[in-house]
């Protein structure tokens, strides 16, 4: 890498007189003097003319070069599918960048992001990631990689690139062919120097972001394109356009300079870029064609081919009929991105269309302005649940050997170990990664909870929580009544374990018209102890091992089983005056006769929750089951929090717990099942098991 360092830094210093010229030039308005070569000028030019002015030269006025049509948007906008935030969790390196389809199946990111077949198959791809016309997150579909049909690579020192053959989808619904790509040439009519670039990048893993405008292409290697911009440094990997949408560069270094000065002489501060010309690459894999097998040989060529790119526009997804669950091979996903740019300066102007434009204007000093534009009528889309800035300030502690997970002896004189997983899941068990402690085990350890995660459902088996009474209640009593805080808009993968075996936004952003990302163990309950503590506990249970999908009415409607802890503490432990502590486990419960699915992934109709605590004679616990099966009809049709509806009954039952084991393989042990209320109440019998639908919080018997 010292090398490749080395060879950008003097290929810069070699092009800084030439970039000079051209600023000079286009500054005073000589913006097609800017191109040393007659005959490239004047293919460009000419290509430029029948995309302005189709009727011929008479028909125009002004700086061609300036010039942009409507289309630029609408082309703009589809092009941009194609383009993919790349992570990479190789055996010793995690990468982040950017990449983009080129026809066929194929994906094309730098070498030093994906420097070889290892990396290769430790990677994934995700599209879509980044906000629509109403600021939510859009739909993502994931993709991984297989290096095994196709991999092609050339190091970064030479001409940097790799191309691979798109794998399996891992996550999302849309197919590649709905996504387009970006053809490939080695026309020399596809750029002149002086004109501006248009770069769509993920720069520090964010959502999807393009830098129009203020990106000057000032030098030319035979190799390489030299372009400087005052916008966000962009992500390897990331394509580099014309205004046409013709793909002439692959992105691959960028590092600050301060070349350009403001009309009082003072430096202005941007990113010297370069970028890998794609017609050198384009010729570097025309050669290699020769040297693959039929397959690889047969992509290769289908992806050279100069088609235009092509898309289809999808509408929301649907849910199918029950059905088994899907098995997935594993893959491993980043955790954490490595910074790769900077946050926009003060001036600036961002506009969303679907993709976010950043153009500069005016002096660096003036003031930012913030503009969104909706150029979509808002009542065609399906608009989502609006979500609070306050979560912003959750800091994860990425230290997780700090965290002691859920104490088995929390309740004095009880041992409540985890509950045991039959022979089945024992099988669907998702492992922690290799090194991890007790990996085999699956206990992932937080702050005063842990949980185990099912690597088929990609979702938690249980979770299980200890609550501390009197902490908990102060937090509670703040607002007299059993209410969530607004969720936040940042959620966490865990490192360890495989972000395959986990569900991640991608779905949750792909269903949120009808899923909220809704807490097993809620926000609030392992919230105590002393300040660090509760902090790290609340961030904890934004991780998306703890999460799980919630139809939006379900996850804000159920407010039984959301204050089902609290009326245990008031009613049964403090009113006992016994340790005031509880334990609480739950999770869902799936049933293959009866659960939808959202693409691949099985929906659960159910969920339970068991709490256990000191009563004034002895243990106590009540088990319920929750059904949110009813409610999947709805889709989510308006913005901000669902309006009450009488008629929105979620049904809760307070039932054996022998039945909730029986429904979800887990074994919770004697002294729970020994500790049922249920059982000691003259409770009718249903159908031989103990099931009462509740409708009030009495009803739950916290004696």
Request: charged share 25%; aromatic share 8%.
């Amino acid at each position: 890498m010292a090398d490749f360092t080395t060879a950008v830094r003097e290929r810069f210093k070699a092009t800084s007189k030439d970039r000079a010229a051209v600023r000079r030039l286009v500054a005073a308005g000589r913006r097609v003097d800017a191109e040393p070569s007659i005959d490239r000028s004047r293919a460009f030019v000419r290509r430029r003319m029948r995309r302005v002015a189709p009727r011929g030269p008479e028909a125009f006025t002004g700086d061609m070069m300036e010039a942009l049509g409507t289309n630029f948007l609408s082309e703009g906008a589809q092009i941009r599918r194609a383009v993919g935030y790349v992570e990479v969790n190789a055996p010793r390196r995690s990468v982040t960048g950017s990449g983009f389809l080129i026809g066929a199946g194929l994906f094309i990111t730098n070498c030093h992001v994906i420097e070889d077949a290892a990396a290769a198959r430790g990677t994934q791809v995700i599209f879509d990631k980044e906000i629509d016309e109403l600021g939510r997150p859009r739909a993502t579909t994931t993709f991984l990689l297989d290096p095994d049909r196709l991999l092609l690579l050339s190091p970064p020192e030479e001409l940097d690139y790799a191309v691979v053959a798109l794998g399996q989808r891992s996550n999302g619904m849309a197919m590649p062919e709905e996504l387009g790509f970006c053809a490939l040439s080695d026309s020399p009519d596809r750029h002149a120097l002086g004109i501006n670039v248009n770069i769509i990048q993920h720069p520090r893993g964010w959502s999807k972001m393009a830098a129009l405008r203020k990106n000057l292409l000032v030098a030319r290697t035979d190799t390489t394109l030299h372009y400087e911009t005052d916008t966000d440094q962009g992500s390897s990997g990331a394509p580099v356009f014309n205004d046409d949408w013709d793909v002439i560069a692959l992105h691959h270094w960028g590092e600050p300079f301060l070349a350009v000065e403001d009309d009082n002489g003072r430096p202005i501060g941007g990113s010297l870029n370069e970028g890998v010309r794609i017609s050198a690459i384009y010729r570097d894999l025309e050669a290699r064609l020769t040297k693959l097998d039929a397959e690889g040989g047969k992509l290769l060529a289908q992806a050279l081919d100069k088609g235009k790119p092509q898309t289809a526009l999808t509408g929301a997804r649907r849910l199918t009929p029950p059905r088994p669950a899907v098995h997935r091979e594993e893959a491993h996903s980043l955790i954490g991105a490595k910074p790769m740019s900077t946050p926009s300066e003060p001036g600036t102007i961002r506009i969303t269309l679907p993709l976010e434009i950043t153009i500069r204007i005016g002096d660096s000093a003036a003031p930012a302005l913030q503009a969104p534009a909706v150029l979509v009528a808002p009542q065609a889309l399906a608009p989502a649940r609006s979500l609070t800035r306050a979560a912003e300030a959750l800091r994860r502690d990425n230290d997780y050997a700090n965290r002691e997970g859920y104490d088995a002896d929390f309740i004095a004189g009880h041992a409540l170990p985890l509950p045991k997983l039959n022979a089945r899941l024992k099988k669907q068990l998702a492992p922690l990664r290799d090194g991890e402690p007790d990996a085999k085990d699956g206990e992932l350890k937080y702050v005063h909870f842990s949980v185990k995660v099912n690597k088929i459902r990609q979702m938690a088996i249980f979770t299980a929580t200890n609550i501390d009474g009197e902490t908990y209640l102060a937090v509670n009593r703040k607002t007299g009544a059993v209410e969530e805080a607004a969720e936040g808009d940042i959620w966490f993968n865990d490192p360890r374990v495989s972000g395959s075996f986990v569900l991640g936004q991608p779905f949750y952003g792909e269903w949120s018209h009808l899923f909220d990302r809704g807490h097993l163990t809620r926000r609030s309950d392992p919230t105590w102890g002393d300040a660090e503590d509760a902090e790290r506990a609340n961030a904890d249970t934004f991780h998306f091992t703890n999460c799980s999908p919630q139809h939006f009415r379900f996850n804000q409607a159920a407010r039984f089983w959301q204050g089902a802890e609290r009326y245990v503490l008031e009613n049964g432990v403090l009113a006992a005056g016994q340790g005031k502590r509880i334990s609480v486990f739950q999770g869902p419960i799936f049933d293959d006769r009866i659960d939808l699915s959202a693409g691949e992934v099985q929906i659960p109709s159910c969920f339970f929750k068991i709490v256990a605590w000191e009563g004034a004679d002895g243990l106590k616990s009540v088990g319920l089951v929750v059904d949110q099966k009813n409610l999947l009809a709805e889709e989510r049709r308006f913005i901000g929090t669902p309006n009450d509806l009488p008629s929105v009954d979620v049904a809760q039952w307070r039932v054996n717990i022998g039945t909730i084991e029986k429904r979800t393989g887990l074994d919770f042990g004697d002294a729970i099942r020994d500790a049922d209320t249920i059982r000691t109440n003259g409770q009718p019998l249903v159908g031989g098991e103990a099931q009462i639908l509740v409708r009030d919080f009495a009803d739950l018997l916290p004696v």
